[in-house]
């Protein structure tokens, strides 16, 4: 089985992609059994600063010191649990020092594999707003929506303020519903939870919408690859 490494940068997202990753490996290898697994996180205070400045470059660099940390404790994969850096990480790919599972080529591949035509995409405004669903969605011709404008600022400051601070409150989960009702409405046939806290406070029987749970797509992808063979 191969090592994952796991560059961590929000603890909620990190920390149910780490769960996911032990939970359903005892499922596919037997009780309390799954790959070796390491974890290396920057605060993510770090991160928002970078983002805040438009500094993507200096995102994947952070990313990279992480990789190059998760290198020397013996990973031979790696996955990062966070949507929204992956716009400074694929600035930076070439250069990962180790094979890397993308968050959102996992997505559409699963998005595809369900056939679904257009997706709804939430997350944080960087993510809502930026290339990294886009560039991924576009060549598998599949579609994209986003909430509007209001709605994208509302979304990213839960996300902020409660979900990575582990603070999941009832009336956010009804907010996200209606969003996620009014696209919908627009036609989208699923929605892809592109934050990796969203899916503590969305599940299926809380969507409008079929759910492409981003965190745990990821989670399962690298077990896949951690246990196939060479």
Known sequence: MKHIGIVAVSAEGAALCYRTICLEGTELLGPHTHPEVSLHCFPLSSYQTLMDQGSW??????????????????????????????????????????????????????????????????????????????????????????????????????????????RMLPESRVYFHQVIGQLASDGCDAVALACTEIPLLISEADSPLPILDSTRILARAALRTALAEK
């Open 57 to 166: 470059g200096a995102v994947g660099e952070r990313l990279l010191e992480s990789a190059v940390r998760l290198v020397r404790a013996g990973a031979a994969l790696l996955i990062c649990p966070d949507n929204t850096v992956h716009q400074g990480f694929d600035l930076v790919r070439e250069r990962s020092p180790l094979p890397w599972l993308h968050i959102a080529d996992e997505v559409v591949t699963e998005a595809r594999r369900r056939n679904f035509k257009r997706l709804a995409i939430l997350g944080t405004r960087f993510l809502m707003e930026g290339p990294v669903y886009p560039s991924k969605l576009q060549p598998a011709s599949i579609e994209c929506r986003v909430p509007d404008t209001q709605q994208r600022q509302l979304i990213n400051q839960i996300i902020y303020d409660e979900l990575v601070c582990g």
